[in-house]
């Protein structure tokens, strides 16, 4: 706790001003963070892409780094009791989540043509996270034209 501590001090712990520039640039930072979880995988699926399978590697320990990052500020916001789920999958947000979904998955697309021998385990995982990314793609969708129509997915008629 008191290395968290230290990062968010060294973080957030800057002199910003009145209390209206200092959420400006806290959201600043929220969209910036927003837009890396879409731009990020995009860049990675074309290096990729054009690299190869060398490429693999760099990108996914990239990903990961940026993660690291991520869960380190979900903890910070859980530390300090923020609802950051009810936030996150409001209707507001569904656009942004699709589009961050497709994202991912063009990197494991990109990952299951490109970035893997023909056969083997990283093969299938790659494929299987696809049919993954695809089949939670087609639910988000189920789930919206649902709530749209007023139907309850979950009720049983029987």
């Given at each position: 706790m008191?290395?968290?501590?230290?990062?968010?001090?060294?973080?957030?712990?800057?002199?910003?001003?009145?209390?209206?520039?200092?959420?400006?640039?806290?959201?600043?930072?929220?969209?910036?963070?927003?837009?890396?979880?879409?731009?990020?995988?995009?860049?990675?699926?074309?290096?990729?892409?054009?690299?190869?399978?060398s490429a693999t590697g760099p990108v996914l320990i990239m990903l990961a780094a940026a993660f690291v990052a991520i869960l380190i500020g979900l903890a910070h916001l859980k530390r300090h009791h923020v609802r950051a789920e009810s936030i996150a999958m409001s209707k507001r947000n569904r656009g942004y989540l699709i589009v961050c979904a497709c994202?991912?998955?063009?990197l494991v697309s990109a990952i299951a043509v490109r970035g893997s021998s023909k056969?083997?385990?990283?093969?299938?995982?790659?494929?299987?996270?696809?049919?993954g990314l695809v089949i939670?793609?087609?639910?988000?969708?189920?789930?919206?034209?649902?709530?749209r129509h007023g139907v309850d997915a979950a009720s049983d008629e029987a």
């Open positions: 008191e290395t968290q501590r230290r990062i968010t001090d060294l973080v957030l712990g800057l002199d910003y001003g009145d209390e209206q520039e200092r959420l400006r640039y806290y959201e600043t930072y929220a969209v910036a963070v927003h837009l890396q979880l879409i731009g990020l995988p995009v860049a990675g699926a074309a290096i990729i892409a054009v690299a190869g399978r994202s991912w998955l063009a056969s083997g385990f990283q093969s299938g995982m790659a494929k299987g996270a696809v049919v939670a793609l087609v639910a988000m969708a189920v789930n919206a034209w649902c709530r």
